[in-house]
């Protein structure tokens, strides 16, 4: 079978591909930008790839009229502040272009819109879902409230706040009721509904049997991890300073932080399990689920995460756009030193970052972090979602992946961190030398005067670094 998979460098598209894979589907791979999308070399046989952009209705031509079923994993909590008739014009642009194809049926992962006041976020998927069903194929809708697995949005910023907050003066939502689902169990529900006629010009609620506020979900997760939590809700928190305190504590951005705020004021509960029953699936547990997740960080096992996607940084780039470094206009630090070992010195490189640290200097490192959490930047609390492995496209720290090709030994990084300008940070290894380059392309006279305050730390801290990346273990 031919398997049209929208979102395919996305956090359910990255977990999803390899299933459809094994399952002896032909999957075509929509992306963005076919430079931050690095497969397994074992799919390389089973997919083909597509470069398109479901705003550009030209770029959507590319599509084959072949596929027998498409997926449809699209959406943003954190672009643009129009995100909502934007992603509207992506599904009418995408239902029109699927319709002219042989297509029998598009699945959309949608969220759980059965209040009757919706969050905008929730709002637009039910706008989407509207669009979506209006094409000449079979239309299945599976609805998810927070999905718990290891990198998933919701997870991570629950883990944040268990982990870092002994004590929790909380805002009053923490007491909304909503319905988690497994990571696992998504996968499930996603491939079991795949060509199934019992399924078709349908919308279906998933989620486990548990049915608990955002607190018994924190306490148990804390439970999960041997921690003692107390928490205290208050009526006094509004929703801008809820959304502060979300993207102070934890890892997501600002954007992200003001949209879940608005959905979790808002109850995601099952209208009932009916596809349970018809596909034969029973959800493990909340905790179940949570201790999954935490066996796959232990194991540095995690296939996908949402600190990859660029709506954790809230930039909206391609990376084939940056990825040759600028000379004319820029300043420049580029240092050189001799190494003992060359897979040693890679291996360094490539375990920069994250919980690692950057070798040298890593509270200004941290500070850094810090000041750029005051003006709304990432700040460094995404760390990286592999200990030892890079990839294009992914987020380290404030840090995105332009180039990573441990072969060649070179990695490029593009700052996401807010600057009066645009930073690379560039390491390569060439004739038994590290070469380690910051490039600063200033913007006006507040990008000049930028790098010139900085200028003194550079030494301390990039002369520091070189020297301990080049050192042998």
């Excluded at 894979?21 to 032909?26: D, I, K, M």
């Excluded at 094409?135 to 990198?151: D, E, K, M, Q």
């Excluded at 060359?342 to 375990?351: A, G, H, L």
């Excluded at 720290?397 to 961190?417: H, I, P, Q, S, T």
Aim: aromatic content about 10%.
């Amino acid at each position: 079978m031919k398997i049209l998979l929208t979102g395919a460098t996305g956090y359910i598209g990255k977990r999803l591909l390899p299933i459809l894979v094994q399952e002896g589907h032909h999957v075509v791979c929509c992306v963005r930008d076919k430079s931050r999308f690095t497969p397994a070399s074992s799919l390389q046989n089973s997919i083909s790839i597509v470069e398109l952009d479901m705003l550009d209705v030209q770029s959507l031509e590319q599509i084959p009229r072949d596929i027998d079923v498409a997926y449809y994993l699209i959406h943003s909590m954190a672009s643009a502040g129009n995100y909502s008739s934007l992603e509207q014009e992506s599904a009418i642009n995408f239902r029109q272009r699927i319709s002219r194809t042989h297509a029998q049926q598009v699945i959309y992962l949608s969220g759980m819109v059965n209040q009757d006041r919706l969050s905008k976020h929730l709002a637009s998927r039910k706008t989407v879902e509207y669009e979506l069903q209006k094409g000449n194929y079979h239309f299945t809708c599976l609805r998810a409230g927070i999905i718990v697995g290891s990198g998933s949005a919701s997870f991570e910023i629950m883990r944040d706040l268990v982990e870092k907050l002994p004590v929790m003066i909380a805002p009053k939502w923490l007491q909304t009721q909503c319905q988690p689902i497994g990571i696992a169990d998504v996968l499930k529900f996603l491939t079991g509904v795949l060509l199934n006629e019992k399924t078709y010009d349908q919308d279906f609620d998933i989620g486990c049997g548990d049915v608990l506020t955002y607190r018994e979900m924190l306490l148990q997760l804390a439970a999960v991890r041997n921690l003692n939590r107390s928490i205290w809700t208050v009526p006094v928190m509004t929703p801008k300073l809820s959304s502060y305190w979300l993207y102070f504590v934890t890892s997501t951005s600002y954007r992200l932080a003001i949209s879940l705020v608005d959905s979790m004021k808002v109850e995601v509960v099952c209208r009932d399990s009916r596809i349970n029953n018809l596909l034969g699936i029973q959800p493990i547990p909340y905790r179940e689920a949570l201790v999954r997740a935490f066996a796959k960080i232990q194991n540095n096992a995690i296939v996908s995460s949402w600190k990859d996607s660029y709506s954790s940084s809230g930039m909206n780039i391609n990376i084939s756009d940056f990825i040759v470094v600028p000379k004319f206009g820029c300043f420049q630090d580029q240092r050189k030193h001799n190494i003992k070992s060359e897979k040693q010195s890679i291996d360094k490189v490539w375990r920069i970052g994250g919980g690692n640290g950057w070798y040298y200097g890593n509270w200004l490192w941290r500070l850094r972090g810090f000041l750029d959490k005051l003006v709304g930047g990432v700040g460094l609390r995404r760390g990286r979602t592999s200990p030892t492995e890079i990839a294009p496209g992914d987020a380290l720290d404030f840090w995105r992946v332009l180039y990573a090709n441990k072969e060649e030994g070179r990695l490029l990084l593009f700052a996401e961190m807010k600057l009066p300008g645009e930073a690379w940070l560039e390491f390569k290894i060439e004739n038994n030398q590290l070469i380690q380059t910051a490039t600063f392309r200033p913007l006006g006279l507040a990008g000049r005067l930028y790098w010139y305050a900085v200028l003194p730390f550079h030494g301390f801290i990039f002369g520091g670094m070189i020297r301990e990346l080049a050192l042998a273990d």
